[in-house]
């Protein structure tokens, strides 16, 4: 089936979902959670001929965790599905009820967008997570993930379709292309009839391409070059197991640390608790002139350095003289993703605070924070770093837009 025929069946989905009662769609989601749980053998099966495919291909090691499903990873998506399911409804919303001079009745309603495209890399977990977000919110989705996830993919989307048979929705609310060639994906991007909102998950690469050559809308989710700040009256081990949490409880996933910047004055003595930190955990590290003077081991950093986004357990360190200059690093290297400061000092918080332009701003706070389901938005559909419509971690109400109901008594226009 080519993709004008899929488009086609996804929109006349779309018209059908987002008129479906709240408790048939929470039905349908804790029956996909349900669905997840009872098929986590096959699931993992799926997952083991992704990886093993992944290791012959000579993945990093980065990406093979990307990659992974665990028994526990496999639950953790059920409860993302369930805290969905158990949000409020973000359709029907009243947003604005006011009568017009004319006497005509305005509200202004939340309503589901429509077809929603998910162009996504090597995260089987994003499959599951777009698939609960877009049918929570009234939307049928598109999702096409890379084949290095296929078959984990398949085996996740099959756990969605049989919760949908279940409550008689049609299977096309959720479809996972299979594998479109090159010239089939732009074109289906191009065709601004063949969805109403393209949403790219994946590396900067990916987002740029789909940014660059989509002719439908699309909400860019950015690459994380996230930074900590760290200054002179911040608690030092309260800094160095922020650093330790932000770069190494995971570090291939785009709310990881990448740069590290250091108030000069006080870069010595935060170095030498961190530096045995960083070796303990294997993180190899790019630094300035000044950082490689106190810790010689350190490989010395460039410009190219601070605009690379690692995945991995590689980060870089950079001394500043103070707050206004971390803010000027951040400005000039980062991707509007998350940034902390680890700081006492009330001024330098509300200066950085106020005048770093990012989606998450966090202060004595790991930037691995930015997540949905941290915020409390059941899973993500991802993470914006754009200005319009949505920024941050997208949940329900990302995935809406509004309508105007107007109500008269045969009012006409003058």
């Not at 039905?27 to 997840?36: E, I, K, S």
């Not at 089987?124 to 877009?134: E, I, Q, Y």
């Not at 085996?155 to 969605?160: L, R």
């Amino acid at each position: 089936m080519n993709i004008k025929e899929i488009t086609a069946r996804a929109k006349a989905a779309a018209r059908l979902t987002r008129n479906l009662s709240i408790e048939t769609r929470n039905g349908v989601l804790m029956q996909f959670a349900c669905n997840l749980r009872s098929a986590e053998q096959k699931i993992i099966a799926a997952n083991q001929i992704d990886l093993e495919n992944a290791r012959l291909n000579g993945m990093k090691t980065s990406f093979l965790d990307r990659l992974t499903l665990t028994a526990s990873s496999i639950e953790a998506i059920a409860t993302g599905v369930e805290q969905t399911a158990s949000l409020p409804d973000p359709l029907h919303m009243v947003l604005e009820d006011r009568i017009l001079t004319s006497g005509v009745h305005l509200k202004k309603t939340s309503t589901a967008i429509g077809v929603i495209g998910i162009i996504f890399e090597s995260r089987p977990n994003v499959c599951a997570d777009c698939a609960a977000l877009t049918f929570k919110s009234g939307n049928a989705c598109i999702l096409k993930g890379g084949k290095d996830s296929y078959h984990s993919c398949v085996a996740i989307t099959e756990a969605m379709h049989d919760a949908l048979r279940k409550y008689g929705v049609s299977k096309d609310a959720v479809i996972l292309l299979e594998h479109p060639d090159h010239a089939e994906t732009q074109a289906w991007i191009s065709d601004r009839n063949s969805m109403d909102l393209l949403i790219p998950r994946g590396s900067s690469r990916l987002i740029r391409s789909v940014v660059d050559n989509a002719r439908v809308p699309v909400i860019e989710t950015g690459a994380g070059i996230c930074h900590v700040y760290v200054d002179e009256t911040a608690d030092l081990q309260m800094a160095v197991n922020i650093v330790i949490n932000a770069k190494c409880q995971r570090p291939s996933v785009c709310n990881a640390m990448e740069t590290l910047l250091i108030q000069k004055c006080t870069a010595e003595r935060f170095l030498s608790l961190l530096a045995p930190a960083l070796k303990e955990h294997g993180v190899q590290v790019f630094a300035d002139e000044y950082a490689c003077s106190i810790i010689p081991s350190f490989e010395k950093g460039s410009e190219e350095n601070w605009n690379t986004e690692y995945n991995d357990l590689i980060m870089n360190i950079v001394t500043v003289e103070g707050v206004r200059e971390a803010v000027n690093h951040i400005e000039n290297h980062g991707t509007h993703h998350s940034e902390s400061i680890v700081s006492s000092d009330e001024n330098a918080v509300s200066y950085f605070m106020n005048n770093v332009d990012s989606a998450c701003i966090y202060h004595n706070v790991s930037t691995r924070f930015t997540d949905g389901f941290e915020f409390g938005l059941g899973a993500e559909i991802g993470i914006s770093t754009q200005k319009m419509h949505a920024r941050g971690p997208m949940g329900l109400q990302a995935l809406t837009t509004v309508t105007y109901h107007l109500d008269g008594n045969g009012e006409c226009c003058k």
